[in-house]
């Protein structure tokens, strides 16, 4: 801590390098309680405090997304936990994640020691003659070895390289071919896997099952429990022998291996589907060339001497050298730890495997890989931390902290009123008899009845190792105390809350990937059910991303048929040839045995490829007649790409493709079809209109041009030519197509479904405003014609030159936003969320990250999505559906759901028995239900209750209401309600079984065997109460509570299960769990009691609630309070404020 400020290590988004940022300190109390009055309105009805995060309460976080080690750190201490280890396995691992921060810098700093090595060399050389590096040594079928080859890649050797041959010569050494790349057949595969290994890395083992078993037992309340079942064992078996001594230990034992086992189980199963999600998020796929044509397979797949084509946000699959490139920058943060971009030509060769390509495109020779490279090196070095919080965890565990803080209050204030009774002489035993008489009770008497009133207040696994152990030394009768009392703290403190979330979301990840989403964060399951706005790409999402050229202009005539080139001049076909041929990154791949064409590529270039192929294009031919000087890489912000190529002779052709309308501005003439040259001012309208025609039937419009340009004008110079501007004025126009990219089916009818559930879905892409209108109004994003007007509809540039404070006041009315640069996405983002939007962002290219990023949700695209998009996203959309994404809001809306539901169930029982034991201690100074009981019932509360509730499928009804607010109270007052009347009912209907239980109960042989009765049915009662309500907690609002209740099989099993084992614990298992059988009658008493909740619940529902919650009633009172506190400070002139 220096000056105040505490210095926290917090690791970023965007890199993986840690930084020190400086946390204020708190603020001075006056400078708090003023910043309170600021946050208050006037008018106490339209207060806003509940959307106002609370500094000062640790578990108040709204985004764990971007939340600093030092937040996640201080919710942890803040919380009330009996069992660590239990409630905290489910997070992030502060400590692991320190480490694993620890083992990255130091791999880092050996590639960056590498680097430094190398430009020392490199500035040696200058001056020194260095030794020639090694020959290359054969090794089997290829001309390098292994080491030789890795120490290429690994040092950077520029020198050896060079030795070599440079590029073409090390892939003549790798049998591999720079155009075509490697044969690829199983063979010889096989060869270069056994000679140069695969791209796979050693993973860490998972942990075992029995691992998982070690783990549960270590947990604080067990470890207790197990040793006194080893100290009732020996003591019991001591003095009454081993046929009877062994029950009191051995139940005890059994309900622990249960809780054991039954944890284990879960955890373990948890662990695989983690698992499996980290798996299917690294195996990327890419394209590779092999044997001539672009084939598309897993990132594991590649084999040194592979040939990867790059493109912006492509990852680096590999360690290798760069063949071509054309602006081709990498992001290298990854494995230096510093976000600098660094430039890629044949001065800087070498690419590490994990970087990102930034800007431009290249083609790469793989010289190492797997565990031969150093990303290699540093994932087999970290191991996969799937623990993440999420605000929902967070909040659950403040609830949690708060249920725990008043039993421990209540646990205080009985063991004070009963040690009272007890000194006073109030207190009786079985036979009426004082148990305390002052100056008569012996000592030994006396702490022993203490131990007892202990054991009713504080712990029944606490209580029964201590009991026992003083009962030992004090040398007192083993048959004076009541066996393992039920406790008020165990009952109270919920710690199956914050597990029910993990549950929950483990289930709704699983499911989602069938419904193909793919989720990186856990947060991001819950956050989607609060989205109030879906900002959606147009291409390939709320379309099929299937293009085909379905209409072409050249010069003034349309073709029709589009690929109608019989009434084209050859030397126009051939400058529509050529420029589509080499202003690409697909590829055209002619079977040398005959047969279509293989067309790769984005979807726009397989169009426009597939239409010049029927055009009479020659794909390879053209490629080969032409040498390519210099790329500019289709851009997002400009909208268009160029290639610069030299002729067979000595003159240049200037290739442009792109946005039709902002091309036609920089042309200056067009080519007729005749082949003739004319000015184009007199036929801009015609082409405007031409234009404006195909986007209003939701064409994609792009415009092919070029100009001839003087060779002595091109850059000869090498660094210059990498800087040089292509020339994109005086452009001669070529042609014009209108590419048809269809809607989805079911689209139109996702977007309704998301208008009715409270969700404003606006459309925000790069093509033309009247194709993204028309397109928007197929999709039912705009309802009719007259309501595409600004601002409803704008452009992108309109939208950016607004103040900040106008794009706030206009972001809410925007629908569609067309001709839109990623930055433009990345404002409508900032502005929606300043205005309280809860925003889901989907986005596939490089360009989107920051938009991604800066969402509430961040949905990138499996299919047409660039790594750098996907690694920003917080979840993944697979089939690139934008049905696939609605499916994610109701899993997002599931999720709150079944916590609240579980909440609800969980409370009741909570509420109940905790009166009931309270009343009666009090009342009597002894509870009706012991230690096996209480783990019984605490097991089918904490994981059979969450199991059961967590995985209630999604429902239509969700989808049509309001999304929930992000500071909406977690209990409702509907859920108060629920929670109210089955509570009382349960508390009333036990307590007169408590003390009135023996007069309707059949008389047994002894008063003894009569209060065991009494006690089983209360406990039978209690247990079949709960079970009868969980069907209630399923439908918090609904009437009819067993709706789908057969679809969800998991549910059914656990409440039949829970209900069997029941039978068997007071039927057969009496000797362990202290009770009796119950005979028919007394079975229906329990029946009935438990069925009684049903129509209880229908009832409670007919009961209104008010709609101001009522945490924020009760919270009013405070605000008041703060205010005026807040409000007489400042006015106190000696307020020190700059303390």
Same mark, same amino acid.
């Given at each position: ?48 405090? #509940? ?106 050797? !520029? ?45 860490? /083992? ?140 044949? /001065? ?214 589009? #690929? ?74 400009? /909208? ?124 925000? !892409? ?66 929606? *969320? ?35 998009? /996907? ?36 409370? +009741? ?45 999604? +429902? #239509? ?55 065991? !009765? ?53 039927? $057969?298992?009496?000797? $362990? ?34 709609? !101001? ?29 700059? *303390?």
């Amino acid at each position: 801590m220096t000056n105040g400020h505490i210095t926290v290590t917090v690791d970023t988004r965007h890199s993986d390098a840690t930084e020190q940022r400086r946390i204020p300190p708190p603020p001075p109390p006056a400078a708090a309680a003023s910043a309170a009055v600021n946050l208050d309105y006037d008018d106490d009805d339209h207060n806003d405090d #509940d959307d106002v995060a609370d500094p000062n309460d640790p578990f108040d976080i709204q985004h764990t997304k971007h939340a600093p080690i030092e937040t996640l750190r201080r919710w942890r201490q803040a919380a009330l936990v009996l069992n660590a280890s239990r409630r905290f396995r489910y997070t992030l691992d502060l400590k692991k994640e320190e480490e694993r921060q620890q083992k990255k810098s130091l791999i880092r700093a050996h590639a960056q020691v590498i680097r430094a090595a190398l430009l020392f060399r490199l500035a040696g050389e200058r001056e020194l003659v260095v030794t020639a590096p090694t020959p290359a040594h054969p090794v089997g079928d290829f001309g390098i070895g292994l080491e030789q080859l890795s120490s290429v890649s690994k040092e950077q050797n !520029t020198a050896a390289l060079e030795e070599y041959g440079g590029v073409k010569g090390l892939s003549n050494l790798l049998r591999s071919n720079l155009d075509k790349g490697i044969s690829g057949d199983d063979a010889d595969l096989l060869k270069r896997k056994n000679a140069y290994g695969t791209n796979t890395y050693p993973r860490k /083992k998972g942990r075992s099952f029995w691992r998982f078993l070690w783990e549960a037992w270590q947990d604080l309340t067990l470890i207790i429990l197990i040793i006194a079942a080893v100290v009732s064992l020996v003591l019991g078996i001591k003095t009454e022998g081993l046929s009877e001594g062994w029950y009191d230990g051995g139940s005890i034992a059994f309900a622990v291996f249960l809780v054991i086992v039954v944890t284990a189980v879960s955890d373990y199963r948890q662990s695989l589907q983690f698992k499996n999600l980290n798996a299917e998020k690294q195996n990327i796929q890419l394209e590779v060339m092999r044997g001539g044509r672009t084939v598309k397979l897993s990132i594991f797949d590649i084999v040194v001497g592979d040939v990867v084509p790059l493109k912006i946000g492509d990852q680096v699959p590999a360690d290798g050298v760069l063949i071509t490139g054309h602006s081709l920058a990498v992001d290298e943060s990854s494995m230096t730890g510093e976000s600098k971009i660094v430039h890629k030509d044949h /001065k800087s060769p070498f690419l590490m495997s994990g970087c990102k390509v930034a800007d431009g495109v290249g083609v790469m020779l793989v010289t190492g890989v797997g565990i031969n490279t150093e990303w290699g090196l540093l994932m087999a070095s970290i191991s996969e931390d799937n623990g993440e919080e999420t605000p929902l965890q967070v909040r659950l565990n403040g609830v949690a902290t708060f249920i725990g803080v008043v039993g421990l209050s209540v646990a205080v204030l009985v063991l004070a009123v009963l040690l009272g009774r007890y000194f006073s002489g109030h207190s009786t035993d079985d036979d009426g008899n004082v148990e305390f008489v002052a100056g008569k009770t012996k000592a030994s008497t006396a702490v022993d009845g203490v131990i007892k009133i202990f054991t009713i207040a504080v712990s029944a696994s606490l209580n029964y190792f201590v009991h026992l152990l003083l009962q030992t030394f004090s040398s007192l009768k083993l048959n004076t105390e009541p066996c393992m009392q039920v406790t008020i703290v165990v009952v109270a403190v919920p710690e199956g809350l914050p597990l029910a979330v993990t549950l929950t979301l483990a289930y709704s990840m699983r499911k989602m990937m069938r419904d193909k989403a793919l989720v990186r964060r856990l947060s991001a399951c819950e956050t989607m059910g609060s989205a109030t706005t879906i900002c959606s790409d147009k291409t390939g999402t709320l379309t099929l991303n299937q293009m085909t050229v379905v209409e072409a202009y050249v010069g003034r005539n349309k073709l029709n048929p589009p #690929d109608d080139s019989s009434k084209l001049n050859p030397e126009v076909l051939s400058l529509i040839n050529e420029g589509i041929a080499q202003n690409t990154t697909g590829n055209v791949f002619v079977p040398k045995e005959g047969g279509e064409a293989e067309i790769s590529g984005s979807p726009t270039e397989k169009a426009i490829l597939s239409w010049a192929v029927k055009l009479g294009m020659n794909f390879s031919l053209l490629r080969s007649n032409t040498t390519v000087l210099h790329v500019f890489p289709f851009n997002s912000e400009k /909208k268009r790409g160029g290639v610069a190529v030299k002729l067979e002779g000595s003159g240049v052709h200037i290739h442009w493709k792109g946005a039709a309308e902002i091309l036609l501005g920089a042309c200056t003439q067009y080519l007729d079809s005749d082949g003739h040259l004319q000015s184009i001012e007199g036929e801009q309208v015609a082409f405007k209109e031409a234009i404006d025609n195909m986007a209003a039937r939701s064409l994609r419009c792009v415009a092919i041009a070029y100009r001839s340009y003087e060779l002595d004008k091109v850059p000869s110079n090498e660094d210059d030519l990498e800087q040089w501007s292509l020339p994109e004025n005086d452009l001669v126009l070529l042609a014009i197509v209108g590419i048809k990219d269809p809607c989805r089916p079911g689209v139109k009818e996702a977007v309704e479904l998301c208008t009715k559930a409270g969700v404003k879905v606006r459309m925000v !892409t790069g093509d033309n405003l009247q194709t993204a209108r028309a397109i928007a109004l197929e999709c039912g994003i705009l309802t009719s014609n007259e309501e595409a007007v600004e601002p409803v509809i704008i452009e992108g540039k309109k939208f950016r030159a607004l103040s900040e404070k106008e794009r706030e006041q206009i972001a809410k009315k925007i629908a569609v936003m067309g001709r839109s640069s990623p930055n433009d996405k990345l404002l409508l983002v900032q502005a929606l *969320r300043k205005g309280g939007e809860v925003v889901a962002v989907t986005g596939d290219g490089t360009n989107d990250a920051p938009a991604l990023h800066e969402a509430d949700i961040g949905l990138s695209m499996g299919i047409q999505g660039t790594e750098v998009a /996907k690694e920003s996203s917080d979840i993944i959309i697979l089939d690139d559906n934008f049905a696939s994404v609605v499916k994610v809001v109701r899993w997002g809306r599931s999720v709150y759901a079944n916590i609240q539901k579980f909440i609800q169930f969980q409370l +009741t029982v909570n509420v109940a028995a905790l009166v009931i034991n309270v009343v009666a201690a009090i009342s009597s100074g002894d509870v009706p239900l012991n230690a096996v009981q209480l783990l019984w019932v605490n097991l089918i509360m904490d994981t059979l209750g969450a199991l059961a509730l967590a995985t209630e499928p999604p +429902t #239509d009804s969700l989808m049509r209401r309001a999304p929930v607010g992000r500071r909406e109270p977690l209990i409702t007052n509907v859920m108060w309600r629920n929670l109210v009347v089955q509570a009382v009912y349960q508390v009333t209907v036990l307590l007169v079984l408590n003390f009135a239980g023996e007069s309707f109960i059949p008389k047994q042989e002894t008063k003894s065997l009569d209060s065991q !009765t009494k006690n089983t049915l209360i406990f039978n009662a209690f247990v079949l109460c709960q079970i009868f309500n969980e069907f209630n907690a399923r439908k918090p609002e609904g009437m009819n509570v067993f709706q789908g209740v057969t679809k969800n099989r998991l549910f059914m099993g656990i409440v039949g299960m829970t209900f069997i084992l029941q039978i068997i614990i007071i039927e $057969f298992l009496g000797k $362990f769990t202290k009770t009796v059988k119950l005979d028919w009658k007394l079975w229906i008493a329990s029946l009935v009691i438990g069925i009684v909740s049903w129509p209880l619940a229908v009832a409670g529902k007919l009961i209104p609630v008010p709609k !101001t919650p009522l945490s924020r009633c009760l919270a009013k009172p405070l605000r008041r309070w703060r205010r005026s506190r807040a409000q007489s400070q400042l006015n106190t002139p000696s307020t020190n404020f700059s *303390r």
